[in-house]
T-cell receptor, first 112, second 114 residues
């Protein structure tokens, strides 16, 4: 599985967009980029995933560079409840059997 | 929205005792998982389970651990003889189809081994 690199922490003002970067320079062609978050020791929560194209859902947008070596998770209007650790994971969807490799993630603090 | 339910939320046990952690996955899901997180450390994969057998397990999941789906709704993790280092938050998760890494996690069971 490709290793991902994320900044350890970042702050964001409430109501502003939060842009969370992730580097995955060794990602292979059949690995997806997944984002999860964990709010204060609760169970991880799925946010979004993508392969090549940009993706958007009710929670966030995912922008993947054309060479797929990096991606950005965008929380369009951060709220205090978005304070969490955000994990970027590169994972094949075949033969992985749900074995997600969580790293240290990015601690995001949304401030009033 | 359907959710994964875990019980108990906290479990305290003596070293060497057996513990069973219980989970009720989302009802139409077929793939089940256990993860754990030692305080201050990363979330770690333990085991995945499908069609009444283990699909994948990590090095952590040794002979002291076992999983079972005793009926149509519950999914359990048993630790036969607990050690101090088994103290962690244990998360159950489920997903609805093969090759789908969109896992739904429960809120966890905090296991404390004394």
């Amino acid at each position: 599985d490709a290793k991902t690199t994320q900044p350890p922490s970042m702050d964001c003002a409430e109501g502003r967009a939060a842009n969370l970067p992730c580097n995955h320079s060794t990602i292979s062609g059949n690995e997806y980029v997944y984002w999860y978050r964990q709010i204060h020791s609760q169970g991880p929560q799925y946010i979004i995933h993508g392969l090549k194209n940009n993706e958007t859902n009710e929670m966030a947008s995912l922008i993947i560079t054309e060479d797929r070596k990096s991606s950005t998770l965008i929380l369009p209007h951060a709220t205090l409840r978005d304070t969490a650790v955000y994990y970027c994971i590169a994972e094949m969807t075949t033969d992985s059997w749900g074995k997600l490799q969580f790293g240290a993630g990015t601690q995001v603090v949304v401030t009033p | 929205e359907p959710e994964v339910t875990q019980t108990p939320s906290h479990q305290v046990t003596q070293m060497g005792q057996e513990v069973i952690l219980r989970c009720v996955p989302i009802s139409n899901h077929l793939y089940f998982y256990w993860y754990r997180q030692i305080l201050g450390q990363k979330v770690e994969f333990l085991v995945s389970f499908y069609n009444n057998e283990i699909s994948e397990k990590s090095e952590i999941f040794d002979d002291q651990f076992s999983v079972e789906r005793p009926d149509g709704s519950n999914f359990t993790l048993k630790i036969r003889s607990t050690k101090l280092e088994d103290s962690a938050m244990y998360f159950c998760a489920s997903s609805d189809r093969e090759n789908n890494e969109k896992l739904f996690f429960g809120s966890g069971t905090q296991l404390s081994v004394l």
